[in-house]
């Protein structure tokens, strides 16, 4: 039987021995860079592959990402022919669905406002508005944005999301292809991106998304730091086109401390912890997808290498 490798800069393997372990005693658990023969690699656990890449792995069957995300996998990158799958589950959907929620109502609510009004004792009265008056959009309708738009929905919110090819929510309003992001913009104050960074998605929150958003309205970045413009952000809550962003992604992480999101009075910044799935419930998919790659089956959330998501 072939050897799992663990490999990630991020991720502690010992939090992920035992559960997997526990499921599968018989596991051959390795954590790189201490793998003895490379040929005895057939599953790989990986955040972002190793500088050297996994070429020397001549019979890995699969990737399984330590993130729902797979752009840092580089996919054209990995060896041709080896399947790859996310790591995403329900309990890590939910978490996200709280964090939109979360960061919807924040805005909704004017507590951004409030939390500058009181550090300079400022007594403002805004009147609080009822949800179904505010109409949020999300940006991709996956696994996480799907969870989310449904939970902003039982929230009062008026909810619209955004995805590649046509969708039916109920409850929700769905657009699809360019022109529907732009359409969709128009109506929601509050958007949330939770799109796979690819080529296609690359730089999407940008000034032209800005400008069709009404004056005034927040952004959210959930996705990866790749999807915005930071000029363009800039620029938009400098103008007042936008009042307001919250940022969990960029391009460098940690955020440098020269960086001029850290300070700015508009801009709130989370440390990439948006949502997280934790090892315990994630180790019976992993299993799963070690037995399926063993068996030549198609993976859980399994990517479409071609489509990068
Ligand atoms: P999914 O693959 O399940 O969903 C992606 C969605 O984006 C789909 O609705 C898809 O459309 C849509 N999409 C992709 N490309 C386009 C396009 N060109 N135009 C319009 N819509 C597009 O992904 P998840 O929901 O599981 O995750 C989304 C992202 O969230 C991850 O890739 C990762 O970057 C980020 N993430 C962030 C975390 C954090 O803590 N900040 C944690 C986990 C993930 P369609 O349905 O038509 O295919
Ligand atoms: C991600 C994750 O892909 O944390 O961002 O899972």
Known sequence: MGALLFCSNLDDPEEWRPPLTKLMPDLDFRVYPKFGDPADIDFAMVWRPPEEGLGQFKNLKAIQSLGAGVNQLNLASLPKGVAVARLVD???????AEF?????LRYHRNIDVHERNSRVKKWEYIIPRPAEQRTVGMLGLGALGGTAAKLLKTIGFKVCGWSRAPKTIEGVECFAGPDGLYRMAAKTSIVICLLPLTPETQGILNRKLFDAMPQGSFLVNLG???????????AALESGRLAGATLDVFNTEPLPDDHPFWNHPKILVTPH??????????????????RRARAGKPLINQVDRAKGY
Not at 90 to 96: D, G, I, Q, S
Not at 100 to 104: F, G, P, R, S
């Open 90 to 96: 329900e309990v890590l959907a939910k978490a996200m």
């Open 100 to 104: 939109c929620v979360l960061t919807a």
């Open 224 to 234: 990866r730091g790749g999807h915005l413009k930071e000029a363009d952000l800039l």
């Open 273 to 290: 912890v948006a949502s997280t799935g934790g090892a315990d419930t994630a180790a019976t998919l992993v299993v799963e997808n070690i």
